[in-house]
């Protein structure tokens, strides 16, 4: 299978314990099921249809794991139920911009809310790691599945240490912004407070947020 389609089923994992404990049960290879999760994974992320009533740009498998179908399987499987994702690109941004990259995916990873990190070489993306938390939220790690192991985010960063050899981070698909829930009472009591202000900022502000992110429940 392919470095993504490991990285979204062990994202599924994280949240689904029961299929976690499925996986290890005695009864049959832990290895032969997690190629079976693999294979699902991949009709989906690479297939005409991404998941019930979506449609995408199919995808050659030996091409690996589009970022798009990527991200509306870690949307659908992968992350809390209401988790949307953005794809923010890295391949020509200066160290500075990096440094700045990662801090803002350090601030959107939480607890059933992972990324994918895309990296590769100079001309191509060719390498997927997912990029979670562990249960308390506290340490920010990295799934390499070339290996099998996982490691600190620190040890790699955007940047920094090639991740499994490939040097050149190419795009990470994260969660987006999460809004508070007390946004839209706070926005109606200001309207209510204030009926001769101009309130169409307010509103504007509020509509636009709303559409880059749902609040998560919380692969």
Do not use: K
């Amino acid at each position: 299978m392919t470095c993504g389609s490991a990285c979204l089923v062990v994202a599924r994992l994280l949240l689904e314990p029961a299929l976690a404990a499925w996986l290890v049960s005695p009864a049959d290879s832990p290895l032969r099921r997690f190629a079976d999760l693999e294979r699902g994974t991949m009709r989906r992320t690479n297939g005409l249809a991404g998941g019930p009533g979506a449609l995408q740009l199919p995808w050659p498998r030996s091409l690996g794991t589009p970022p798009w179908g990527a991200m509306a399987e870690i949307e659908r499987t992968g992350s809390l139920p209401g988790t949307r994702y953005e794809l923010v690109p890295l391949r020509h941004r200066s160290a500075a911009g990096l440094t700045r990259a990662a801090a803002g995916l350090v601030a959107r990873v939480s607890p059933g809310r992972p990324a994918l990190l895309y990296v590769g070489s100079a001309t191509l993306p060719r390498h997927v790691v997912l990029v979670f938390v562990n249960t308390d939220g506290r340490q920010l790690l990295v799934y390499e599945p070339a290996r099998g192991e996982v490691v600190p985010f620190a040890a790699y960063g955007l940047g920094g240490a090639p991740v499994a050899g490939w040097p050149v981070p190419w795009l990470v698909i994260q969660p987006q912004a999460q809004v508070s829930a007390v946004a839209p009472l706070v926005a109606t009591a200001v309207r209510r407070r204030s009926p001769a202000m101009g309130t169409a900022g307010v509103c504007q502000s509020t509509r636009s947020t709303s559409r880059t992110s749902r609040a998560s429940a919380s692969t």
